[in-house]
């Protein structure tokens, strides 16, 4: 099976030129071809071996550290078994304790925290405005203290959510496409359908969206955008997304329906999100402490939202996409109707259909992540994985 | 010292088939005697390889998960100790952030915690009826998620405490014994008497009496069960003493008084338990949200307790066991008399004498727990721990 | 570059009975010349073999477990980065769900959570006779239990900050001294400034100066206190001083003011503490669950320190330092006028000189740390080093 590809696998990794040695992966489009392409083949290597009982343990020790400031599950675990696959144990920095905030605070902080650090994780997808620009600030933290030799080595920030971009999640949905249509080169010319749908929940991040819209396009697949009026994205991605439907043979466009978007669609990801205006109301609201604004926005967004409530993945809608079967996404948990609301995303006869799709969608992101970190930390990740597979007989299930 | 005996032991441990592997351990009554003695075997084992410096570091990564849905201090740190001495890094899973209940969200989130996982460990043991529910949905959803290939491997789940049983605490409790009495064979013909015991607390889960006499007629011990009128255990577990009664050759009975029991027993388990009627009628309350109830709930079950103050084990009583010399057991935390309340489970006088017998009981769950989970992740686990003494030098203390 | 001496520095740590193998590291006090020296010359072994990617993963497995009973972003990083380093997994003790309170608790606490645990890092600062008290009482526990058998090791118990010290950070202080000055031998005769400083909060704990006044005279270093009437350090820590200056050749005095103190000075700590007077106060206070009180006690305190706003370190106060080139030294985060608040610790432009100064400094505790784990667990920590340099290379950035 897959052990006889690893070398051959590896020999390609060492093609690719991905200039992220000490370096971040903050936003997908920052990214070089050579760095993306890499990313997604280390991810598939460090699952090949996994699977073969190959350990990847190339740290003996270091740290990995997590900032998040909104919920997670999911993520929170694909970043811990990411250090874990790579040796490096994890430690949560709270925030409720350590008032990490702007300015000097920042650089202290990311000095502190990073003597013995190897990457930083940090979700931060709140506030429109605030996310990247907080994780950028970390980076350029490190890097000075780094710089000027208080630190003696480089920690790496990895983007696990922003107001912008949500990389690990558009790139472990990027390498599922791979897997399911046989390869990257396959998808040149498919049609994948980024829809809004109803959610009876308002303040959902505009990441996901934005994230896919930017990256797919540059492997040629033909993106169609659609939402409701008003529930705009941050202009900046759709200017992504365009240009690199320019530069990479793929298309962008808008539609004003699901059922423009879904039909004759390959790939559909119907998914709610906050409108942009919202999010930014939601953003100055929360400064000013204003909580019955809040309260205001919310009803006032949710009525809003209720308008569009055939804005649902259905089987119809699903019969309407390339020969009725198109591969449905999600970065889940998925509003499904009848299940885990009254109405939402999708209906609970689709997703019954698709749940371990979903699953399988997910279960790219550990390694994703991981591909990141050895990506950011070592000049020459296929020399390091090619060690693993010499030296590294698995201890385990013996 | 122990060290000679080692390949010797790994012999035994070879011969028993104890079928745990790729399955879970979540009510010692559904063991098989070969599964209990290899989990016995291999806790003893890895606590002589541990003793003699040599490393258990089975796992050269890997993750154990834990969810708390009850207080916990050393069951989370044993948890903690046997994942570490195989080599597992732990993460908690924080259900404040991630509401996993019934149905398809337990599916998802199992799949979701699962993908690099090999344990998981649960303590649910609040409300009657649904502890042992839950642990079994995330069981069955791990192994679904598996047979669908979505899970590369298939983490076992280990009962931290459910509200049947508690069986890392019984098998650490009969680890005990074995050592105590000098080995497992010992224990036939001795008398245990399980009692309940004053505690001016309510609500404590009936786990660990429910785990002990289901657990210790199997070895040919003849168990005695005595509490004060209505508070009744869950009839299934005294059915479970009763069948291992017959057919492990030791006995079950019920006596209405803590002298009774006492009389002439080889080994006394003195602890105090919530009426399974109390408990269920506050599972009801919580789940209603009526904290009025509660409170009256409360009230009432502290004002019955308190008609049973002289459920509490002394000196006199103690005087009455076989040479006047039982060995007293305890979980921990114990309600000490004039210590940690006015008055409680024992007296200090009593106390005072079995500390640290009670400390060496509790000394044994981290290498139960890492039993289990080497039993339940290694085809081979003697071949494993072979491989341990045969590689693996200790680096410590040199 | 550093690799060359390594093999000259174990050399010279074997040469160092610390005489701390199955001890704690509570007062600097405590430590004799040797183990002084043994923990630092073992903090630079120990960087250096970090610098030079040599492994100093010394524990295959076991646990570093920490108790915070204060707020902690960096001393907690540093702990945990301290453990990774040596290959020690962390975990925190919730005290929320444990209850370690005096007395027997403490005894059963200490022992429930020792079974496999290499050392407890215990920051306990906001209580005046109570830190150091409780940190003895779990050293003294644990040695109970392993005296009686019940642990199968000895875990030591590293003070992270107490009502009466903190090595972790002098000790970091004296390394970062040590580099500055090119060697302990360069320390002597020189003059340190231990000032008070204005800040607008109250309550910050003691054992700074007091860690700093106890050990420094040890090394022949002049050290002048100066603090504001009233604002008195714990009379047991001016005694070390004196004596401590009368037997290492150094001196301690105490300054009516600021500029007294840093009259020629090499090196200036100016930092905010509490009187001891009002840190009494407030335990009992807290003791008596007394809010009023502590608000008044607040207002009151915070007055009397406005009174001193004039206590910061300016320019001006630097320029009279020995050349105006005095190293600034800081535990950190450090109130900068301006910055983090209207008028505090030290003006905007003297700190903007020296930021880098202060992380550096901070740099070390991480390795500071670690050595006092190496010291207290391992019989002989020059041959546990000088086998990681013989077989340890590192796998990092291949």
Same mark, same amino acid.
């Given at each position: 099976?897959? +052990? @006889?590809?690893?070398?051959? #696998? ?5 093609? &690719? ?100 650090? @190897? ?15 907080? %994780? ?14 208080? &630190? ?7 983007? &696990? ?7 690990? %999640? ?35 991040? &505009? ?32 200017? %992504? ?15 004003? $329906? ?32 204003? #909580? ?16 569009? #409530? ?14 009725? $079967?198109?591969? +449905? ?33 997910? $279960? ?25 597979? %010499? ?8």
């Amino acid at each position: 099976m897959t +052990y @006889e590809q690893i070398p051959l #696998k590896i020999a390609s990794l060492a093609s &690719l030129d991905s200039g992220l040695f000490d370096k971040d992966v903050l936003l997908s489009w920052q990214l070089s071809d050579a760095a993306m392409r890499a990313i997604l083949l280390a991810a598939e290597l460090i699952e090949d071996l996994t699977r073969n009982g190959i350990s990847t343990r190339l740290f003996d020790n270091g740290l990995g550290l997590s900032i998040f400031r909104d919920k997670s599950t999911r993520t929170r675990y694909a970043f811990c078994a990411a250090c874990n696959l790579l040796g490096l144990a994890t430690e949560e920095l709270d925030e409720s304790t350590s008032q990490v905030s702007h300015g000097e605070t920042v650089r202290e902080t990311a000095t502190m925290i990073g003597f013995l650090t @190897e990457v930083v994780g940090i979700r931060d997808d709140m506030f429109l405005g605030e996310g990247y620009r907080f %994780q950028q600030e970390m980076a350029s933290s490190i890097e000075d203290s780094f710089r000027a030799g208080v &630190l003696m080595q480089r920690a790496s920030v990895v983007n &696990l959510q922003s107001d912008l971009d949500h990389p690990t %999640q558009s790139l472990a949905d990027l390498r599922h496409l791979a897997v399911h249509f046989g390869g990257l080169e396959r998808l040149r010319g498919k049609k994948l359908a980024m829809t809004w749908a109803y959610s009876p929940s308002y303040g959902k991040p &505009l990441s996901v969206p934005q994230g896919i819209i930017a990256l797919m396009p540059r492997l040629g697949i033909d993106v169609v955008l659609a939402h409701p009026p008003g529930y705009d994205l941050v202009p900046e991605t759709l200017e %992504q997304a365009r240009c690199f439907a320019a530069a990479g043979g793929g298309s962008f466009t808008v539609a004003s $329906s699901m059922t423009e978007a879904f039909c004759d669609a390959d790939i559909v990801y119907p998914k709610s999100w906050a409108p942009m205006s919202v999010m930014q109301r939601r953003t100055d609201l929360l400064r000013a402490g204003d #909580k019955a604004g809040l309260v205001a926005l919310e009803r006032e967004a949710l009525e809003n939202n209720a308008r569009f #409530k055939d804005w649902e993945c259905t089987d119809a809608l699903m019969a309407k996409t390339h020969d009725g $079967s198109a591969l +449905y996404m999600h970065c889940l948990p998925a509003d499904v109707s009848g299940v885990s609301c009254a109405a939402g995303e999708v209906s609970a006869s689709v997703f019954d259909r698709v749940r371990y799709d979903t699953y399988r969608e997910a $279960s790219y992101k550990p390694f994703v992540i991981a591909a990141m970190i050895l990506a950011t930390r070592f000049r020459d990740p296929a020399a390091v994985l090619d060690r693993c597979v %010499q030296v590294s007989p698995s201890r385990r299930h013996g």
